[in-house]
């Protein structure tokens, strides 16, 4: 168990290594994808659903925390977010390499739009139609692209993990 | 099963609760609670910083084929530039003596003493909302919260959080970020904003302008220096178009920052300390 935290820890923080620092020679369009998002998705298609959310709520946290403002509003989302997906993933067929794929789509989209309503909508920025189309939209694809990379490594990681362990990755 | 539902909404419910706190303490820049950013960033920090500098590197390895090309014909025009400036500099010097002496005549005190720290930027923003970014000097370094950061080309923002090695610096194009300025040539003040639309292009507005204030564009804005914030005339950036709205009493225009915030490398924090009120007599 302590060496599984161990790793997990070392994922998120190089996770949060190559977001902040790699990530920025690789911006498309002024846009970066969010790979700790992509990384907590992702953990949470192979979980029970409380591992998944509190994944998730790391991974939101250290994303809070690189960003520099307000701690937990990431956090929040992701959790929800990692929370749900954990509930339903046993029901998925996940050799089909599209699922992930779909998933980190549609979470990046639910994630990015509660963020922006939390942080811009409620305090009165309404450039919505701009948001959507300039930030939300080409950070969910960016995102979506990310994990044919993140995917495979993820489950494999999680693979190796469980031989130690004898925890069993739904798969 | 039902008994074990009930326990992951509890769990999810308290967690819920746990963030909103958090979200609510750390929302204020100079909460206390905002040590535990620490976690993060103290480890992270010599790592930001040693791939910040290798990636600089292959910049230049990439641009150095490309610079050779335009070189020549640089130099030869900054040779024209310095001469000119060294023209100006001899009337500077001239200026600043009598200024001095001016000054001395009408017993003047200086406002500010100015300490300046100079800082790498390790990391631009992570995600993808905000114009935020890292620089490698915290508060070992006596960084503070709300010093000016400023680098050759005029005024870049201020440091809105700080943790122990490193510090973020928020920009003046960040749609969070207001700048009480003035107009170089008519001495009017406006308000420097940060627009969500604009700061992709690097961008700012200023806003809420009066009809009788007469803004043009080429007009050059400079800090006020009347929130205290930032000290008075450092350069902001040059209006680039003024935009009328029919039927609306007060305008607003947009203005080209001085620094090139896609290509910001190093900075420098100001330590602005009021002199101290003993040395009054």
Known sequence: ?171 | MRRLFGNKLFIISLVLVLLFVLAAMTASENSKLNVIRNVISVPLKPLQTGINAIGGKIKDVVNYFKDIRTTKAENAELKLKIREMERELEKVHRLEKENENLKKLLSFKEQYTQEIIACNIISKDAGNWFEIFTIDRGSKDGIEVDDPVINADGLVGRVSRVDLLSSKVISIIDTESSVSARLSKTRDLVILRGDAQLRTQGLCRLDYITPDVEVSVGDKVETSGLNSLYPKGIMIGEVIQVVKNEGQFDYYAIVKPSVDFRRLEEVAVIKTAVEGEGDNE
Not at chain 1, 104 to 128: A, C, W
Request: proline share 3%; with cysteine.
């Open chain 1, 1 to 171: 168990m302590r060496r599984r935290i161990l790793v997990l820890a070392l994922l998120v923080y190089a996770a949060c290594l190559l977001q902040s620092t790699v990530f920025g020679y690789i911006e498309i369009l002024r846009i970066r994808p969010n790979l700790l998002l992509v990384l907590a998705v992702t953990i949470s298609l192979i979980r029970a659903n409380m591992e998944a959310a509190f994944m998730g709520l790391v991974c939101g946290l250290a994303m809070d925390t690189l960003i520099g403002r307000t701690l937990g509003w990431y956090g929040m989302c992701l959790f929800l977010v990692c929370f749900a997906i954990g509930m339903i993933n046993s029901k998925l067929y996940k050799e089909n390499p599209l699922i992930p794929i779909f998933f980190v789509f549609v979470s990046s989209l639910t994630v990015e739009l509660m963020y922006y309503f939390i942080n811009f909508f409620l305090r009165g920025y309404q450039d919505f139609g701009f948001v959507l189309t300039g930030i939300i939209l080409p950070e969910s694809l960016y995102n979506s692209v990310l994990t044919l990379f993140v995917y495979p490594l993820v489950l494999q990681l999680y693979k190796k993990l469980d031989k130690y362990n004898f925890v069993h990755t739904r798969l």
